[in-house]
C-alpha cells in the first residue's frame, strides 16, 4: 500500500531485500547517468509486464541462431542461451528484460554494444523510473541501516561487488549523497500532509548528542493518538545546532521545526534531555506559546535519563570493583576455551544457565550483569582466575570487603532492576505508569538511607539519591502532568505520589475539561436538532419537544463525565491503556477527547531501553560516525520506512516488492546461462 494521507502510518512495511549475494549476480546491470532518470513526457508509462504467452516457438523470431547451431543469441541485448533452452525460459527473458518487445514490430535489428535500459511502453499519466536494481537496493539497505554513504566507497567492498559480477557499477558517494537528499525532501512534504490532518494535540521529544565531527544534532520526535486509539510516534527533522549551541540557538531551531510543519498550536508538550540549554529553551517556549494564549503548554524532564542519573549516583561507590568485574568478563567473551570452562563450572556449581557473550555494556544493563555474574556465579568465576592465574594473574580475585559491597549493593538495586524491566518492556509507558514507578523508586530510596543496618557507604549513596528524585518530583508536580495521571485508567487519583495529588489539581483539571472539552467541542451534534427545527417549519410535536429537551440535559451531565470517570476502581495495571479507552469512548466522548490529547505526552525523551540496555550503544556509534551531510536525511528516512512509508524520488514511490521481482528473475536467468554454458 503506498503511502498517502487517507492510510498515513499503517502497519504495512516494504518488502524486506533479498540476499545481497542474489542480487549482485544480475548482469549487464544498467548505469544510469543521473542515478534515477524520468520521462516527464505526457506519453510515459509505468513498466507493464505482458500477459504471458503459451510456450511456443514464436519467442524464436527474436533469437538469432548461431552459425554452429548451438545457441541463440537475443537481438535485442546479444544474451546466448543453449539451443536447448526451452522456449518458455526464453519469454521469460524478453518479459524481463526487454517489457514490449511483442510492440517492437517483427523485424528487429541487433543493436550495437550499449548500456541496457528497461524499456518504457507509451501513454501514461505519471512519471517513470528507469531502475539501476543493485544501487536503489543499495540505498534502501542505507536507510535502513542508517549508514553513510561513505560505506559503499570501501573498496574491499566494491571489489566483493566486481568478483560477483564484473559488470556492477556503484554510483560514487556523492551520488548517494544526492539521492538520500532528493527522497527525504520529496517524502518531507508527506509528513507535513500527515501531521495537518492530526485532530488532537501533540507532544515533541528532544534528544541531542555530538558526532564526530564536533557537530551538535538536536533531533525533534513527534508523538500523537490517532482516532483509532493507536500511538503514532515519529521522528520529524534532526537539526544541526551551530555554535555556541546554547538555548537560544535550540530555541530558534526548535520554533523553525514546528512552524515548518504547522504545529506550533498543536504541540502540548515538551519533553526534553535534562540538559540546562535544553531547560532553558523550553522556559522560553511556553512563554512564547503562552503570550498568544491560543492553548496550553508544558515541558518536562525525561524520566528514564533521570532514573538512570539516580542509579548511577549510586554505582558509583563500587565502580573500581564493578570495572574488575567487567575486565574478567570481557577475556570470558573473546576466549572460547575460557567461555567453555566458564559454562561448564557454573553447571557443576549449579550456578544457573549463562549466554555468551554476557553484556559488558557501561549501561544499567551491563553493570548490573556484572553484579548478576558475582552474585550468582562467584564460585565459577573464581575457579577460572585460579585456573588460568598464568594467563589472566590474580587480580581479578575479589576480596571479602568487595564481595560484601556487591552482594548488599545487588540487592539494594533489585527493585530498580525490576522498575527497569517493566518500563522497558510496557509498550506505551505513560506518565502515570512512569510516576508511579519512580515514587516507589523515591520510597525505596528512603529507606535504604533511614535503615540502621545498612553501611554508610550506602546511606550516603541514598542521601545523593533521593535529591534527584526530589528534584524530578518537584518538575514534574504541575497540573498537566495530574491531568496526564489521573487520565490513565490504571492510575486515577488511587495510585498518584501525595506530593502530585492535591484536591487544587483535581479542581484545576475539572475547570480545564469544562472549559476546553465541553459541548462547544460537538457543533455537528447540537446543530442537528437546529437543522432538523427549520426542515419541520415550526411544527413541532409535543413529543418531540420534550425529546429534545432530554437530549439537552444528557449533553450537559455530560460535562460532568470526569467525576463519573474517576468513581469508578482503577483498572488492572496489565490493562491496555489505549485499547481500554477505545472501548469506553463512547461512555465518556468529551472526556476521551482530553485523554487523546494528554495521554500522547512523552514520559521519556527517547525509548527507554535506548537509554538503560546496550541497544543504546549501537545508537550512539552510529549516530557518532555520521558526517554532517546525510545525518538528518537518514535518521528521518529510518524513521518514516519504520512506521509505513515507501521511500519516494520526486513524488515517485520507488516500488521495491517489483524490483525485487526484476532482480530475483534476472538472476535465476543469470544462473540459467551459466549452467548452459557449464554444458557446453
Not at 564536533?214 to 533531533?219: A, G, K, L, V, W
Not at 531551531?253 to 508538550?269: P, Q, W
Request: glycine share 2%; charged share 25%.
Amino acid at each position: 500500500m503506498d503511502w498517502g494521507v487517507n492510510n498515513a502510518f499503517k502497519n504495512l512495511k516494504d518488502i524486506e531485500p533479498k540476499a545481497m549475494m542474489d542480487v549482485a549476480l544480475i548482469s549487464s546491470i544498467d548505469t544510469v547517468d543521473a542515478g534515477l532518470a524520468y520521462s516527464e513526457k505526457a506519453n510515459s508509462a509505468p513498466l507493464l509486464k505482458p500477459k504471458k504467452k503459451t510456450m511456443t516457438s514464436i519467442y524464436l523470431k527474436y533469437f538469432d541462431t548461431a552459425p554452429d547451431g548451438k545457441s541463440r543469441k537475443c537481438k535485442f541485448c546479444g544474451q546466448s542461451y543453449s539451443i536447448a533452452t526451452a522456449t518458455g525460459n526464453l519469454g521469460r527473458h524478453l518479459s524481463n528484460r526487454h517489457p514490449g518487445y511483442d510492440n517492437s514490430g517483427d523485424v528487429v535489428t541487433t543493436p550495437t554494444a550499449q548500456p541496457i535500459t528497461i524499456a518504457k511502453k507509451a501513454q501514461a499519466k505519471s512519471p517513470h523510473f528507469v531502475l539501476d536494481h543493485l544501487n536503489w537496493l543499495l540505498v534502501k539497505w542505507l536507510v535502513l541501516s542508517a549508514l553513510p554513504p561513505s560505506t559503499l566507497e570501501d573498496k574491499w567492498l566494491v571489489n566483493s561487488f566486481k568478483f560477483l559480477n564484473p559488470s556492477i557499477q556503484l554510483w560514487p558517494g556523492e551520488k548517494y549523497q544526492t539521492v538520500l537528499c532528493d527522497i527525504f525532501r520529496s517524502m518531507q512534504d508527506d509528513v507535513r500532509v500527515v501531521l495537518d490532518q492530526v485532530s488532537s494535540k501533540v507532544s515533541i521529544a528532544l534528544d541531542f548528542w555530538t558526532s564526530y565531527e564536533q557537530i551538535f544534532y538536536m533531533s525533534v520526535r513527534c508523538q500523537w493518538i490517532d482516532e483509532n486509539w493507536s500511538i503514532q510516534n515519529i521522528l520529524i527533522d534532526v537539526c544541526h545546532i551551530p555554535f555556541p549551541c546554547d538555548s537560544t540557538e535550540i530555541y530558534t531551531k526548535l520554533v523553525r521545526v514546528l512552524k515548518f510543519y504547522d504545529i506550533e498550536n498543536k504541540v502540548l508538550s515538551c519533553t526534553h534531555d535534562n540538559s540546562p540549554y535544553a531547560v532553558q529553551a523550553c522556559h522560553t517556549l511556553k512563554e512564547e506559546i503562552d503570550s498568544q494564549k491560543v492553548s496550553p503548554f508544558c515541558y518536562i524532564p525525561c524520566g528514564a535519563r533521570i532514573l538512570n542519573s539516580i542509579i548511577s549516583d549510586g554505582l558509583r561507590t563500587i565502580k573500581s570493583v564493578i570495572s574488575k568485574i567487567r575486565e574478567f568478563v570481557l577475556k570470558i567473551n573473546t576466549s572460547m576455551e575460557i567461555s567453555q570452562d566458564f559454562i561448564q563450572f557454573t553447571a557443576a556449581c549449579q550456578e544457573g544457565s549463562w549466554k555468551i557473550p554476557l553484556d559488558t555494556s557501561v549501561r544499567w544493563s551491563g553493570n548490573y550483569q556484572m553484579l548478576d555474574v558475582v552474585r550468582k556465579a562467584g564460585k565459577s568465576m573464581d575457579s577460572i582466575i585460579r585456573k588460568y592465574e598464568e594467563t589472566l594473574g590474580s587480580r581479578f580475585l575479589l576480596s571479602p570487603p568487595e564481595k560484601i559491597a556487591i552482594t548488599v549493593m545487588y540487592t539494594f538495586l533489585e527493585p530498580f532492576h525490576k522498575t527497569i524491566n517493566n518500563i522497558c518492556t510496557n509498550k506505551f509507558p505513560t506518565i502515570g505508569l512512569v510516576l508511579f514507578f519512580m515514587d516507589h523508586i523515591s520510597e525505596t530510596i528512603a529507606t535504604c538511607r533511614d535503615s540502621r543496618h545498612n553501611p554508610e557507604w550506602l546511606k550516603n549513596a541514598a542521601e545523593e539519591m533521593a535529591a534527584k528524585a526530589q528534584d524530578y518530583s518537584d518538575q514534574v508536580c504541575n497540573i498537566f502532568t495530574y491531568m496526564t495521571a489521573i487520565l490513565d485508567p490504571r492510575i486515577k487519583v488511587e495510585l498518584i505520589s501525595e506530593s502530585l495529588n492535591s484536591e487544587n489539581h483535581l479542581e484545576e483539571a475539572r475547570s480545564h475539561f469544562m472549559r476546553n472539552y465541553s459541548s462547544n467541542h460537538f457543533p455537528s451534534m447540537t446543530n442537528a436538532y437546529m437543522v432538523q427545527e427549520s426542515q419541520d417549519g415550526g411544527t413541532v410535536s409535543f413529543a418531540e419537544e420534550i425529546a429534545r429537551k432530554k437530549r439537552r440535559a444528557s449533553m450537559s451531565s455530560a460535562t460532568d463525565e470526569l467525576t463519573q470517570y474517576l468513581s469508578e476502581a482503577p483498572a488492572a495495571l496489565q490493562t491496555d491503556v489505549l485499547e481500554w479507552w477505545k472501548s469506553n469512548s463512547t461512555r465518556y466522548p468529551r472526556l476521551s477527547l482530553m485523554a487523546r490529547d494528554f495521554l500522547a505526552i512523552q514520559a521519556t525523551s527517547v525509548a527507554p531501553e535506548d537509554i538503560f540496555w546496550s541497544k543504546g550503544d549501537e545508537i550512539d556509534r552510529q549516530r557518532f560516525t555520521m558526517p554532517l551531510a546525510t545525518t538528518q536525511a537518514l535518521l528521518c528516512l529510518k524513521s518514516w520506512t519504520e512506521v509505513g512509508m515507501k521511500l519516494k524520488h520526486k513524488s515517485t514511490v520507488i516500488d521495491y516488492n517489483s524490483l525485487m521481482e526484476v532482480a530475483a528473475t534476472a538472476a535465476r536467468d543469470n544462473v540459467a546461462v551459466a549452467l548452459d554454458r557449464k554444458q557446453k
